[in-house]
């Protein structure tokens, strides 16, 4: 059987890569959609071909619980608003999809984490990257060190557009916008699965706001074994790499998380493999088998929030200009 997705969230991303994706998908269908924005529904439900009986409005969605076509909900909304809509999502029985950054906050990713146990339905963060097969291949390089014990690490995730409005999410702090939630995550997801390791401590950040949301961030990480990385993330500078150093070599991901693919290649000369599109078909995919096979899912709440607790480390230490050790 295929798991039946309903997406909540009818915006750019749903619409552009998500929905998309969804039609490429084994173990998935989408069939029905949950919208603050019932004006988008005539144009989505054509297109998709989505029953009346599985649309719903932010003000109607418990009504899902009792809808046994829908298994999931995938919320891609602005971040600040992913907490309620998970909670609600999973009150309604439905497992959860949830994009990233997982929530502003860890004790929001906490809650989340607790309504989805509580009613026994699995939650996957949308970190695409995870699913790609040459970051996989990368990943592998570390778990065997292929080129020796890691020596340093560099991860870069820079997108040059304009400055985000501040009447528009993206340009409002409060609602998750800024560099370091938006392409920040990646950096720091990157860090973590490009070493293998969990960071100790933020060694130093700056944070560049010429208005209410970071447009650069730079931060430096201490990970175990005195392994020093260099993350810097921006929405007006354009960079996009992982770099694993090690004592033999290195190995890295240029560019490290285009939707069109990620290429690999190492310090020998390697090529890890031809760049892979669809990552976010090859995520569902996954996630939908988890949920059939009753499987643990790659990118659980537990993951999103370890990436929450970091960014919190490194925004306190741009404010400080201090060392801030990083519990989890
Ligand atoms: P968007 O602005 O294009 O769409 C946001 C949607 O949420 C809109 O349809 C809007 O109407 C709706 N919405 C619901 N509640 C809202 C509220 N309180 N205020 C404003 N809008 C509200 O944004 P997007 O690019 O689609 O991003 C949505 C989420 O997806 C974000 O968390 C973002 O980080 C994530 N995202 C992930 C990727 C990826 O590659 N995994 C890429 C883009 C965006």
Same mark, same amino acid.
């Given at each position: 059987?295929?798991?039946?997705?309903?997406?909540?969230?009818?915006?750019?991303?749903?619409?552009?890569?998500?929905?998309?994706?969804?039609?490429?998908?084994?173990?998935?269908?989408?069939?029905?959609?949950?919208?603050?924005?019932?004006?988008?529904?005539?144009?989505?439900?054509?297109?998709?071909?989505?029953?009346?009986?599985?649309?719903?409005?932010?003000?109607?969605?418990?009504?899902?619980?009792?809808?046994?076509?829908?298994?999931?909900?995938?919320?891609?909304?602005?971040?600040?608003?992913?907490?309620?809509?998970?909670?609600?999502?999973?009150?309604?029985?439905?497992?959860?999809?949830?994009?990233?950054?997982?929530?502003?906050?860890?004790?929001?990713?906490?809650?989340?984490?607790?309504?989805?146990?509580?009613?026994?339905?699995?939650?996957?963060?949308?970190?695409?990257?995870?699913?790609?097969?040459? $970051?996989?291949?990368?990943? %592998? &390089?570390?778990?065997? #060190?292929? =080129?020796?014990?890691?020596? @340093?690490? !560099? *991860?870069?995730?820079?997108?040059?557009?304009?400055?985000?409005?501040?009447?528009?999410?993206?340009?409002?702090?409060?609602?998750?916008?800024?560099?370091?939630?938006?392409?920040?995550?990646?950096?720091?997801?990157?860090?973590?699965?490009?070493?293998?390791?969990?960071?100790?401590?933020?060694?130093?950040?700056?944070?560049?706001?010429?208005?209410?949301?970071?447009?650069?961030?730079?931060?430096?990480?201490?990970?175990?074994?005195?392994?020093?990385?260099?993350?810097?993330?921006?929405?007006?500078?354009?960079?996009?790499?992982?770099?694993?150093?090690? $004592?033999?070599?290195?190995? %890295? &991901?240029?560019?490290? #998380?285009? =939707?069109?693919?990620?290429? @690999?290649? !190492? *310090?020998?000369?390697?090529?890890?493999?031809?760049?892979?599109?669809?990552?976010?078909?090859?995520?569902?995919?996954?996630?939908?088998?988890?949920?059939?096979?009753?499987?643990?899912?790659?990118?659980?709440?537990?993951?999103?929030?370890?990436?929450?607790?970091?960014?919190?480390?490194?925004?306190?230490?741009?404010?400080?200009?201090?060392?801030?050790?990083?519990?989890?």
């Amino acid at each position: 059987r295929k798991i039946g997705v309903a997406i909540l969230g009818l915006g750019g991303y749903a619409k552009g890569q998500i929905a998309p994706a969804l039609q490429l998908t084994e173990h998935c269908e989408l069939r029905g959609l949950i919208t603050g924005s019932p004006e988008k529904l005539p144009e989505w439900q054509a297109k998709y071909a989505i029953k009346d009986e599985n649309v719903y409005t932010y003000d109607t969605m418990e009504d899902i619980a009792s809808n046994s076509a829908i298994d999931v909900i995938y919320v891609i909304t602005p971040t600040a608003t992913h907490r309620d809509f998970v909670i609600r999502a999973a009150n309604a029985g439905k497992h959860v999809w949830c994009e990233k950054p997982m929530a502003m906050r860890p004790e929001d990713c906490q809650q989340m984490i607790t309504a989805c146990q509580q009613n026994g339905v699995k939650l996957s963060i949308g970190y695409r990257m995870l699913h790609e097969p040459n $970051t996989q291949k990368l990943i %592998e &390089l570390t778990r065997t #060190q292929a =080129y020796g014990p890691i020596t @340093g690490a !560099t *991860s870069l995730a820079g997108y040059a557009g304009s400055l985000p409005a501040l009447d528009y999410w993206r340009g409002q702090r409060a609602m998750g916008g800024g560099a370091l939630y938006d392409m920040g995550v990646y950096t720091i997801n990157g860090l973590r699965y490009g070493t293998q390791l969990m960071p100790l401590a933020v060694v130093s950040a700056t944070q560049e706001r010429p208005e209410d949301v970071d447009v650069t961030t730079t931060y430096q990480l201490e990970f175990p074994n005195g392994i020093l990385a260099n993350g810097k993330t921006s929405v007006v500078e354009s960079y996009n790499k992982l770099r694993i150093e090690a $004592t033999n070599g290195w190995y %890295e &991901l240029d560019p490290m #998380q285009p =939707y069109e693919g990620v290429q @690999g290649s !190492t *310090s020998d000369g390697k090529i890890l493999g031809p760049p892979v599109p669809n990552q976010q078909s090859l995520q569902m995919d996954a996630d939908a088998l988890a949920i059939l096979n009753n499987q643990p899912v790659r990118a659980p709440g537990e993951e999103g929030l370890k990436d929450i607790l970091i960014i919190r480390a490194i925004i306190e230490s741009a404010e400080t200009g201090k060392r801030v050790p990083i519990v989890f």
